[in-house]
T-cell receptor, first 112, second 115 residues
Framework: GQNIDQPTEMTATEGAIVQINCTYQ??????LFWYQQHAGEAPTFLSY????GLEEKGRFSSFLSRSKGYSYLLLKELQMKDSASYLC?????????????FGTGTLLAVQP | DTGVSQNPRHKITKRGQNVTFRCDPI?????LYWYRQTLGQGPEFLTY????????KSRLLSDRFSAERPKGSFSTLEIQRTEQGDSAMYLC?????????????FGPGTRLTVT
């Protein structure tokens, strides 16, 4: 089976840095995705890690440790528009599907 | 590239009625996924198409649910004899044939309310 855990809610201040953690237990790991979802909207792709290490993309970075089953999303220079739910998702080997298994999401509130 | 589109955006129906949703993926994306999302939860996988072939169905997809992708382009998801537990956001996603990350692009979803 698979299990993905991430904090339910976080609060941070505009201009600050926030780290959202995600731990997972799954067989056949084949990559980890982070998506951003504003209320009532579709998830949008932020980052992808399949090898250990840090991937940086502007204000957003994502880290993966496969041996620890652990990832984090780092958001720098927070802006009010970053208030959203952040979804961690794992892709598993298994036929041709490449389906994603999502965590419950972390609702981030950015305060002035 | 206009993105993944879904229709309708909202649907209110009475318990026991049938509903059908449509998804138009990004053109030339051969992979299409349906997910269901309830409030406060992440999306849950329902089914997957590669071209017109339905290659996987989740156990969440009871026999009241059926999905098609007849010509390998748009897809429909039908729910028969709806129940209040079917109330959710139904998301469609597509991904291209040869992307190294197989990143999935999501549509805006159809929000279903069963009264």
């Amino acid at each position: 089976g698979q299990n993905i855990d991430q904090p339910t809610e976080m609060t941070a201040t505009e201009g600050a840095i926030v780290q959202i953690n995600c731990t997972y237990q799954t067989s056949g790991f084949n990559g980890l995705f982070w998506y951003q979802q504003h209320a009532g909207e579709a998830p949008t792709f932020l980052s992808y890690n399949v090898l250990d290490g840090l991937e940086e993309k502007g204000r957003f970075s994502s880290f993966l440790s496969r041996s620890k089953g652990y990832s984090y999303l780092l958001l720098k220079e927070l802006q009010m528009k970053d208030s959203a739910s952040y979804l961690c998702a794992v892709r598993r080997y298994g036929g041709a599907t490449n389906k994603l298994i999502f965590g419950t999401g972390t609702l981030l509130a950015v305060q002035p | 590239d206009t993105g993944v589109s879904q229709n309708p955006r909202h649907k209110i129906t009475k318990r026991g009625q049938n509903v059908t949703f449509r998804c138009d993926p990004i053109s030339e994306h051969n992979r299409l996924y349906w997910y269901r999302q309830t409030l406060g939860q992440g999306p849950e996988f329902l089914t997957y198409f590669q071209n017109e072939a339905q290659l996987e169905k989740s156990r969440l997809l009871s026999d009241r649910f059926s999905a098609e992708r007849p010509k390998g382009s748009f897809s429909t998801l039908e729910i028969q004899r709806t129940e209040q537990g079917d109330s959710a956001m139904y998301l469609c996603a597509s991904s291209p044939r040869d992307a190294p990350t197989y990143e999935q692009y999501f549509g805006p979803g159809t929000r279903l309310t069963v009264t």
